[in-house]
DNA sequence: TGCGCGGGTATCGTATACGATTTCGGATAC
DNA sequence: GTATCCGAAATCGTATACGATACCCGCGCA
């Protein structure tokens, strides 16, 4: 027996039923309104029904799944105030988190995080098209480099959470909105020029907000175009 | 057969653990690091261990419970790392709230959040001696006034999910700190004129933040009188 | 043709049962 | 007297079983 395997074994099965589900969900193979059946999900995974209900009870907890009595769990759906709500909450909280972090940066963190960037840059305008999902994944992977600086360890799961939650339709947007990914890229170099040239906290914090919110506009203008700006801001 | 029963009667049993659970840990009835025994649960709410196992794994996800494998669930204890961390958390979301609750805030809000406060100001010296618990619960409906004004809900769950996790340690400050209870009662007069004279948001949100900043730093020169200063503030 | 109505099936909710693991106390050796 | 080991008791983890509920579909009736 590998050590793998070992320690897989060692772990609860609803523990892995709950990782299971969860990677899934991530994945988009189980996408919004999504059934999950307790018996088919069990029989997958070669448990019984028991600990797969304790792992949806857990990821509804968490807002991942909605769970009905005697209906049955389906993956969130979140509607699009729901959706904005949580991005936006989002938003204030990752704003927080890398104003406390940026005086902790080092160096090293900096230059991985523009190294991401240009990489995002690149990516921009390649020969066979823009690859959103690409963007998405560094977009990710930069956001990160910042925020999982802070000092504070509740600010950065509390960030991680909401950024499950917003998991499916978060990842869209740049492929609805492309204009968006450009500025993107450049809020995302004058957010590391005030964190290296040591800004006020809250000049960053509020950099930080506006990046956010631009791209939650970007994707209510485009799904309303007709709709007036409507963010309520901070 | 009641109308009340009926509604009883229809919540999952698993439902009725958890808030059974919860209300007991809100109570201080389950205080941190209570053994919380299956059986034992389930023999008291008359159900078997399956639905109290599931309850546990939703409190769990929501951070009052912790879990381990083979060995049992106990109420959360955080340590003061942790308090700290969830308390400047609860700080930054709950000032956000508020400062995009305030322009929504109706005259009557107000009046009755001055009440509140009125209320507070007049217990700081009563007859009989200080009472903390009662002033925790005033503090806490002066705040729910404010916060739940807020139109973003998701929020206002993070702020009460946050409440809830902090919970037990929280309503002991007043009685450890005294002296924070009379400049709180200050600092809620401060905010009210900011929220009444329509102040820009960032002013709003800056006092919120203090407000709740002065209160875990009196707490933590409390509990370590000999050291300096040490919140990161934003 | 459209609309209830009833019954069958899929699925959920929970009790019970039992093996697995930890914990704790006591006996034994030093 | 102290440390260590062993076994029993307590508790956990999960499978299985079965009653309860909701959903689907086809039938009868208007």
């Given at each position: 027996?590998?050590?793998?395997?070992?320690?897989?074994?060692?772990?609860?099965?609803?523990?892995?039923?709950?990782?299971?589900?969860?990677?899934?969900?991530?994945?988009?193979?189980?996408?919004?309104?999504?059934?999950?059946?307790?018996?088919?999900?069990?029989?997958?995974?070669?448990?019984?029904?028991?600990?797969?209900?304790?792992?949806i009870r857990q990821l509804?907890?968490?807002?991942?799944?909605?769970?009905?009595?005697?209906?049955?769990?389906?993956?969130?759906?979140?509607?699009?105030?729901?959706?904005?709500?949580?991005?936006?909450?989002?938003?204030?909280?990752?704003?927080?988190?890398?104003?406390?972090?940026?005086?902790?940066?080092?160096?090293?963190?900096?230059?991985?995080?523009?190294?991401?960037?240009?990489?995002?840059?690149?990516?921009?305008?390649?020969?066979?098209?823009?690859?959103?999902?690409?963007?998405?994944?560094?977009?990710?992977?930069?956001?990160?480099?910042?925020?999982?600086?802070?000092?504070?360890?509740?600010?950065?799961?509390?960030?991680?959470?909401?950024?499950?939650?917003?998991?499916?339709?978060?990842?869209?947007?740049?492929?609805?909105?492309?204009?968006?990914?450009?500025?993107?890229?450049?809020?995302?170099?004058?957010?590391?020029?005030?964190?290296?040239?040591?800004?006020?906290?809250?000049?960053?914090?509020?950099?930080?907000?506006?990046?956010?919110?631009?791209?939650?506009?970007?994707?209510?203008?485009?799904?309303?175009?007709?709709?007036?700006?409507?963010?309520?801001?901070?």
């Amino acid at each position: 027996m590998t050590e793998a395997e070992t320690k897989a074994a060692k772990q609860s099965k609803s523990q892995r039923a709950y990782q299971w589900i969860k990677e899934r969900i991530a994945n988009h193979q189980f996408t919004p309104g999504y059934r999950l059946v307790l018996g088919t999900i069990a029989a997958e995974l070669g448990m019984s029904v028991v600990p797969v209900r304790e792992a949806i009870r857990q990821l509804e907890a968490e807002g991942l799944v909605t769970f009905e009595r005697n209906v049955g769990a389906h993956v969130a759906m979140l509607d699009e105030d729901r959706y904005s709500a949580s991005m936006q909450a989002l938003s204030l909280i990752e704003a927080a988190a890398v104003a406390l972090a940026a005086p902790t940066l080092k160096p090293d963190d900096l230059r991985r995080a523009r190294e991401v960037n240009d990489h995002m840059r690149e990516i921009l305008d390649p020969p066979l098209g823009f690859d959103p999902h690409a963007f998405t994944v560094l977009n990710q992977k930069f956001h990160a480099i910042l925020y999982r600086a802070c000092p504070n360890r509740r600010l950065i799961e509390l960030i991680e959470a909401e950024w499950a939650r917003l998991g499916n339709m978060r990842d869209s947007i740049f492929a609805f909105v492309p204009d968006r990914a450009r500025e993107s890229v450049r809020e995302h170099d004058a957010l590391l020029d005030l964190i290296e040239r040591r800004a006020p906290a809250h000049e960053i914090e509020h950099a930080m907000r506006r990046h956010r919110a631009g791209t939650l506009q970007a994707l209510l203008s485009h799904t309303h175009p007709d709709q007036p700006v409507r963010l309520p801001d901070l």
